[in-house]
């Protein structure tokens, strides 16, 4: 990873390994690493794409959707379109984590995570 961009250090699930892998392929982070703190424990360090010119992030808003206490279905047919189609939603759906869009393609519905732009 670059020394010159910010890095996050988070800690790591399967989920959110997911989610991150999926933001690195939309453009959205510079790079990602999974490791392990001193005591084994999974961490994700994530270099965030940024704007030097103008000072801004590659991720504008993050909005978590779903939550324990209130889970957010969508069918294929009400699949979300985050400001119509410049965002993406992530969903969890029985095909693994993926896209909106991709989860229109394999024609699954499923738990939308969180909206992104």
């Not at 933001?23 to 790079?31: K, V």
């Not at 206490?69 to 029985?94: E, H, K």
């Not at 909106?100 to 732009?117: F, S, T």
């Amino acid at each position: 990873m670059k020394a010159n961009h910010k890095v996050v250090e988070a800690p790591g699930s399967k989920i959110k390994q997911e989610i991150t892998k999926i933001l690195y392929e939309q453009g959205y982070i510079l790079a990602y690493k999974f490791d392990s703190d001193a005591k084994g424990h999974p961490v994700i360090k994530i270099a965030l794409k940024w704007d030097a010119a103008t000072k801004c992030n590659a991720i504008k808003d993050l909005k978590r959707v779903s939550r324990p206490g209130l889970r957010q279905y969508a069918s294929v047919a009400n699949m979300p379109r985050v400001l119509n189609g410049l965002g993406i939603a992530i969903l969890s759906t029985s095909k693994g984590i993926m896209t909106d869009a991709k989860a229109r393609q394999e024609n699954v519905g499923g738990e939308v995570l969180c909206y992104i732009y």
